[in-house]
């Protein structure tokens, strides 16, 4: 069955500076990874999609990579805002198109 | 990225009564979509997976007599919630999944109250 684990659940940092959030899987038989942004009493912003074959993706101060044989996955943020304070989500797509999320890290950037 | 369009946003409801949930794909047909259900401070878990024209598969736990879901049409899918109850509510999202496409594509989410 595939877990996906989310570390840390809370991360609080001061504005500008550079942050890794991780997320471990248990199956690497996945389709691909997805990185979400949830605001609270939100639905899901998507961020970055990395497919099963790649490596990485990169969008803006965003940088998500992906280590499948050993069930790794980072998303790397740059010179942090408040506006990015939320919720982020990681998911594992199985090829039938179901996600399993993992439990999120809620992010707070100081000003 | 294409759009899913989920609706109502918000709704409270008596105890007992029952509340449907539409998601529709607005620019891209649909034959699979998925619901799932987020409590506060929890992370999303997956309550069915809906294919157009076929009966849903629900995940382990969740009762289908009380998670009615159709399907009926590639841009459709509808969750009904039969004879609430307050432990029902929680924030409801659906995703669909385009066939031709690798990404899954969300719906705002429902925010379900039931007094």
């Known amino acids: 069955k595939q877990e996906v684990t989310q570390i840390p659940a809370a991360l609080s940092v001061p504005e500008g500076e550079n942050l890794v959030l991780n997320c471990s899987f248990t199956d690497s038989a996945i389709y691909n990874l997805q990185w979400f942004r949830q605001d609270p009493g939100k639905g899901l912003t998507s961020l970055l999609l990395?497919?099963?074959?790649?490596r990485e993706q990169t969008s803006g101060r965003l940088n998500a990579s992906l280590d499948k044989s050993s069930g790794r996955s980072t998303l790397y943020i740059a010179a942090s805002q408040p506006g990015d304070s939320a919720t982020y989500l990681c998911?594992?797509?199985?090829?039938?198109?179901?996600?399993?999320f993992g439990q999120g890290t809620e992010l707070s950037v100081k000003p | 990225g294409a759009v899913v369009s989920q609706h109502p946003s918000r709704v409270i409801c008596k105890s007992g009564t029952s509340v449907k949930i539409e998601c529709r794909s607005l620019?891209?047909?649909?034959?699979?979509m998925f619901w799932y259900r987020q409590f506060p401070k929890q992370s999303l878990m997956l309550m069915a997976t809906?294919?157009?024209?076929?009966?849903?598969?629900?995940e382990q736990g969740v009762e289908k007599d009380k998670f009615l879901i159709n399907h009926a049409s590639l841009t459709l899918s509808t969750l009904t919630v039969t004879s609430a109850h307050p432990e029902d509510s929680s924030f409801y999202i659906c995703s669909a999944r385009d066939a031709g496409s690798a990404e899954a594509f969300f719906g705002q989410g429902t925010r379900l109250t039931v007094v």
């Open positions: 620019d891209f047909q649909a034959t699979t």
């Open positions: 990395i497919q099963s074959s790649q």
């Open positions: 809906s294919n157009e024209g076929s009966k849903a598969t629900y």
């Open positions: 998911a594992v797509q199985r090829w039938e198109g179901k996600l399993i």
